[in-house]
């Protein structure tokens, strides 16, 4: 039996234009040179593999993974490298490419990290925001969406490592209100 979902926030469509639309914007800004993109796993996947392909410029794919610490460290948002890049990004353009940004922890140790190894540029690409979560200032240079503060999966994004196959971002729960800006 299929589960039950709640209302859906992002239709196929929707995501479709929308990262079209950041792929041509990202190709505009970084004409003429070349780009990294460092993609967050494992939610951001599905993003990068649409985005990629609507970027007309050269762009090679490096991959990191993170993890908490634990559940009692995760409020100091204490990550540590699960993987690490397999190339230096040194001189290189970097845009990081994330499904959601929440709190900030991940992005805010993550672009601390990054911004260490001497590359010319670090910008992040997210598809998702939901600033209301936020706990830590980060700049976002691209955003697909600004979401309500509810649950979402779906177009990578799990619950319990599941619903990352589904085309459109939908909230997890039935009965879960999302309120609207
Ligand atoms: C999600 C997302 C970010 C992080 C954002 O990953 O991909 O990396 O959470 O949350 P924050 O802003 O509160 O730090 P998640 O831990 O769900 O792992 P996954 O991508 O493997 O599903």
Redesign the pocket.
Known sequence: MADALGEILLTEEQIRRRVAELGRQISADYAGLELTLVC?????VVFLADLIRHLSLPASIDFMA?SSYGSDTQSTGVVRIVKDLDDSIQHRHVLVV??????????AYLLDNLRNRSATSVRVCALLDKPA?RRVPITLDYVGFTLPDCFVVGYG??FAQRYRGLPHVVVLSPEEVCPRG
């Open positions: 967050v796993l494992r939610g951001a993170i994330e499904d959601i940004v929440d709190t900030g922890l991940t992005l979560r994004l799990d």
